[in-house]
């Protein structure tokens, strides 16, 4: 039997690798271990999850929009989307939607780690300003760049206390 943890570490080493070939400059936030990257406009947070005891998947999610207006319209339109899109999916967070899809870590490669970024980007970034145009929000770079970033938020955080 795979040792869990191991495999984990194992799946975050490849994919840790595979980002820096494949990005500039991923960030990786040292407190989550999560990876965050910038596919032409789409903002992507890249993790390594527990899928079972032998098993792990990177998930790959696209802040899609923020502080959208939730009614039963939107709610029923991601639904259906999720079921006409053929690979990831739709969430809502409070007022926060997110697309993700996930890749199981023993089939994680080069090739699939970034078709799987493409869609979720490309999926993301082709509904985002629908969804802001009928729904309200904002998109996720508009968010970036009205709160300065992750790194200016904490900044604020840090001297508000």
Do not use: W
Not at 20 to 38: A, K, M, Q, S
Not at 140 to 156: F, S, V, Y
């Amino acid at each position: 039997m795979v040792d869990a943890k191991n495999h984990i570490e194992a799946v975050h080493a490849q994919l840790a690798e595979y980002l820096d070939e494949l990005f500039d400059d991923p960030y990786l936030d040292e407190e989550t271990r999560h990876y965050y990257v910038r596919y032409g406009s789409t903002v992507l947070e890249i993790s390594v999850e527990p899928y079972g005891p032998e098993e792990a998947i990177a998930l790959v999610m696209a802040y899609c929009v923020q502080g959208v207006n939730v009614t039963e319209g939107l709610l029923v339109g991601l639904l259906e989307l999720n079921h006409e899109l053929p690979i990831g999916s739709f969430s809502l967070v409070g007022t926060d939607i997110f697309f993700s899809h996930a890749i199981f870590g023993r089939s994680l490669d080069r090739k699939n780690l970034l078709g799987t970024i493409a869609a979720v980007a490309t999926i993301s970034d082709d509904y985002d300003n629908r969804i802001v145009e009928k729904y309200g929000g904002q998109t996720a770079l508009e968010r970036i760049r009205e709160t300065g970033g992750r790194a200016q938020r904490r900044k604020d955080a840090g001297t508000s206390n």
